[in-house]
């Protein structure tokens, strides 16, 4: 957590220096609250574990997928305004690092969907959650 706050402070700076204007830096703090929140919500969710609190512990796990990707996207907006007006012609590894973050992006997207997609088709309603958590109640305690 104090990673982030740092990397957003830094950030701040950067953008302020290159005249990237408030949206940026607006973007900036969004992006860093996503990624405290996100931060907060894995270090909660062992101590909620899904047999003794569900409720807390589907929080965490959206707030982490939904949480995750909203920064990994936010992430990479900053980061590409930033990079725009730094000079690393000298270097090779921003353009390696643009395509990391670009396939890193479509992983968070895609991991997003399949998740959405595997909750829409287990659970078809409350009767069926109750089913699946009693079930796995029985058979993982």
Same mark, same amino acid.
């Given at each position: ?68 990707? @909203?920064?990994? $996207?936010?992430?990479?907006?900053? *980061? /590409? +305004?930033?990079? =725009? ?24 997207? @895609?991991?997003? $969907?399949?998740?959405?997609?595997? *909750? /829409? +088709?287990?659970? =078809? ?17």
């Amino acid at each position: 957590c104090v990673a982030i706050c740092d990397s957003a402070r830094m950030r701040h700076d950067i953008l302020h220096s290159i005249g990237a204007g408030h949206g940026y830096s607006l973007l900036n703090l969004v992006v860093s609250l996503a990624g405290l929140t996100n931060c907060l919500a894995v270090g909660f969710i062992g101590f909620n574990p899904w047999h003794e609190a569900l409720w807390w512990h589907c929080v965490c796990a959206f707030v982490i997928f939904f949480g995750g990707t @909203a920064w990994a $996207c936010g992430n990479m907006v900053v *980061l /590409r +305004r930033i990079s =725009a007006n730094t000079d690393f012609s000298h270097l090779a590894l921003p353009s390696f690092c643009h395509i990391v973050q670009r396939w890193l992006l479509m992983l968070t997207g @895609a991991s997003l $969907c399949l998740m959405l997609y595997i *909750l /829409r +088709r287990t659970f =078809a309603g409350g009767a069926s959650f109750e089913t699946v958590f009693h079930n796995a109640n029985v058979n993982f305690t």
